[in-house]
Each structure stands twice: as structure tokens, then as C-alpha cells.
């Protein structure tokens, strides 16, 4: 079975700072990995997406993640972080058949501080 | 483009009371739909999916069920709500046959069962 955890409940950064969300997942084969952020009261909003090939993905809003097949980790970052970036943000491991099954962990709160 | 309607955005009812919420997808043919509960502090719990009309699949035993009675309409209802219903319901989408696809949302209904 597939699972997702993130260690950080919540994070908090000064504006302007850099950022590093954690991810580590448990699939058997070539997982399908998701990052997606939720504003409070909202959907959830696909940042990026790794299916195979560059380990590193770019994605909406400046972020990014890398695949860490070793390490099991799909860890998101951004350079630097604006004060509209606070918000929820979910890893997501998917099933090669159908993605939208995916399993997500409970979520990572960013603050950000001016 | 596609659109994910979902309503109402919130709803208090009663313990006992019956519960009906709908979702359409716009902009997409055959799509693949899920309803997930999120429930507060927590990651997305997937209760339903369906890959047609009238194919539903359950993913966890409740006091739910799903139902849909067009291509692109998902409905969640119950016949008895109770207090541990409440949460953020969620429907979301992905295109069918693409096992990759990731997920887009709608923005959730908050129900509370007093």
C-alpha cells in the first residue's frame, strides 16, 4: 500500500526567506508524486507533478522538487518566498493506473512572517 | 478550459437529516470523479470514484454514498447525516485513461452536523 508522510505540521519563514517542505512516500514501484497547495476554505491547486524522467520538476508560482529515489523523498522548495505563499501545502502519491487515487499526507501549514 | 462546480460551498443540518451535494464538470468528456473528505488538521480521505456514468466505486465503509446519474454530474448524499459526517467535502476530476492525470477540485463544501 501506498503511503505519504510529511514531518512538518507547520512551518513558519520570514518573507523572503527560502523554503523547504518535506516529503517522504512508501511505494513499491516508480511512484507518481504531487505537490498541491490550499488556501484556506479553497480547492486544492496542483503546484507540480514527477512522473519519471529529470528528477527535478518546476512548477507554478516558482516552486520546485526533486525526486530523491534513495531517500524516498519529494521534498518542494522555493528560493524565496512571498507573504501569498502562506497557505496548506500536500504531497500526493498516485497509482500508476489511476493517479486520481492518490494518497495524501496531512499536510504541511506555511506562515510567513513580514 | 475546464470548471469543477461544486455546491453549496456550506451547509449546517441537523443529526438525522438527509444530505445531498452535487458536483459538474465542465470543459471535459468521460472524466474521472472522486469525492474526499478532509477532515480538520488532516490530509484528503478518498470516499468515492467513479470511471462512468453509474460506475461507483467505495473506498471506506460510512454513512455515504455517491451516485452518477450524468457523464460529468457526481452527487454525494447520505439518508441520515451524523456528527461525525462533518468536514470538507471535496470533488475533484482527473481525464480518464490517463493514469498519470493529476487531480483539479472544486472548492469544497464545509458541512456541519449539529
Known amino acids: 500500500a501506498q503511503s505519504v508522510t510529511q514531518p512538518d505540521i507547520h512551518i513558519t519563514v520570514s518573507e523572503g526567506a527560502s523554503l523547504e517542505l518535506r516529503c517522504n512516500y512508501s511505494y513499491g514501484a516508480t511512484p507518481y508524486l504531487f505537490w498541491y497547495v490550499q488556501s484556506p476554505g479553497q480547492g486544492l491547486q496542483l503546484l507540480l507533478k514527477?512522473?519519471?524522467?529529470?528528477?527535478l520538476v518546476q512548477g507554478i508560482k516558482g516552486f520546485e522538487a526533486e525526486f530523491k529515489r534513495s531517500q524516498s523523498s519529494f521534498n518542494l522548495r522555493k528560493p524565496s518566498v512571498h507573504w501569498s505563499d502562506a497557505a496548506e501545502y500536500f504531497c500526493a502519491v498516485g497509482a500508476p493506473t489511476n493517479a486520481g487515487k492518490s494518497t495524501f499526507g496531512d499536510g504541511t501549514t506555511l506562515t510567513v512572517k513580514p | 478550459s475546464q470548471t469543477i462546480h461544486q455546491w453549496p460551498a456550506t451547509l449546517v443540518q441537523p443529526v438525522g437529516s438527509p444530505l445531498s451535494l452535487e458536483c459538474t464538470v465542465e470543459?471535459?468528456?468521460?472524466?474521472?470523479l472522486y469525492w474526499y473528505r478532509q477532515a480538520a488538521g488532516r490530509g484528503l480521505q478518498l470516499l468515492f470514484y467513479s470511471v462512468g456514468i453509474g460506475q461507483i466505486s467505495s473506498e471506506v465503509p460510512q454513512n455515504l454514498s455517491a451516485s452518477r446519474p450524468q457523464d460529468r454530474q457526481f452527487i454525494l448524499s447520505s439518508k441520515k447525516l451524523l456528527l461525525s459526517d462533518s468536514g470538507f467535502y471535496l470533488c475533484?476530476?482527473?481525464?480518464w485513461g490517463v493514469g498519470n492525470s493529476p487531480l483539479h477540485f472544486g472548492n469544497g463544501t464545509r458541512l456541519t452536523v449539529t
Open positions: 514527477y512522473f519519471s524522467g529529470d528528477t
Open positions: 475533484a476530476w482527473s481525464v
Open positions: 470543459g471535459t468528456s468521460n472524466p474521472n
